[in-house]
C-alpha cells in the first residue's frame, strides 16, 4: 500500500462522513413535561425553497400525526416533497407546545421547512416543551425512525431514547523523560548497526 492510496482512502472516508450530515431529534419524558431537542444541519444544497411563510401556525411548537415543530415560531422557506420517506403516524393527538427556544424547524409529511434564508449544512439547535403531559399521552411510540432529503442528509427522530453519552477514552499510556531517552538512544543504536551492515 503506497502513500496514494492511503490519501485516497482518507478522501474517501472524509467525503462519506460530510454526505451523512444530519439533523437529529431526541423526544423524551423530563419530569412532568416532554421536551423534544434538535440539532445538526441538513445540507439543502439540492433542493430549492418555493416560498416563505409564518412557521408553526398554533403555537409554540406541536405536535400531531403528520407533523412536527420544534423551536421559536418564525417565517421559514418551505422545501416542497424532499422527504422520504414522507412522516406519518407520529402521534394520536395534535398538541401545541408551551415554549420553545432556538431557530424553527417543521415537517410536515414530506415537506420540510427551515428557518428563512437558512444556509446550506449550518448548525441548527432548538427545543420545544410540552408541559404537564407524557409521551403515552401524546401517542408516542418509543423508537427510531428516519426521513432523508435529496442530498442524502438524514434527519433522524428518536422517541424515548435517552441521548447516549459518548464514550470516554481510555487514557494512554506515555513514557516518561527516562522512558524516551532510552527508547530514543535504542533506536539510535540499531540505526547505526544497521548502517555498518550495509556498509560491510
Do not use: H, W
Not at 97 to 112: H, R
Not at 147 to 168: R, W
Request: glycine letters at 12%; charged letters at 10%.
Amino acid at each position: 500500500m503506497n502513500l496514494r492510496s492511503v490519501g485516497v482512502g482518507l478522501g474517501f472516508l472524509v467525503a462519506a462522513s460530510v454526505a451523512q450530515a444530519a439533523y437529529t431529534i431526541n423526544i423524551n419524558q423530563s419530569g412532568a413535561n416532554v421536551v423534544i431537542t434538535g440539532s445538526g444541519s441538513v445540507d439543502t444544497s439540492s433542493m430549492t425553497a418555493l416560498t416563505t411563510i409564518g412557521l408553526c401556525a398554533i403555537g409554540d411548537g406541536l405536535i400531531s400525526s403528520s407533523a412536527l415543530c420544534i423551536g421559536t415560531e418564525t417565517t421559514a422557506d418551505q422545501f416542497d416533497n424532499v422527504l422520504t420517506p414522507s412522516l406519518s403516524g407520529l402521534s394520536t393527538s395534535t398538541v401545541a407546545g408551551a415554549s420553545s427556544s432556538g431557530p424553527g424547524v417543521y415537517i410536515v409529511g414530506a415537506d420540510l421547512y427551515l428557518p428563512e434564508n437558512y444556509v446550506s449544512a449550518s448548525p441548527i439547535s432548538n427545543s420545544t416543551t410540552f408541559t404537564g403531559t407524557t409521551l403515552a399521552a401524546l401517542g408516542l411510540t418509543v423508537g427510531t425512525r428516519s426521513l432523508f432529503v435529496p442530498s442524502g442528509d438524514e434527519i433522524i427522530i428518536n422517541i424515548g431514547l435517552a441521548p447516549v453519552a459518548p464514550p470516554t477514552p481510555a487514557s494512554i499510556p506515555t513514557l516518561s523523560d527516562y522512558g524516551l531517552l532510552g527508547m530514543t538512544s535504542i533506536m539510535a543504536m540499531l540505526g547505526i548497526a544497521a548502517v555498518r551492515l550495509k556498509r560491510s
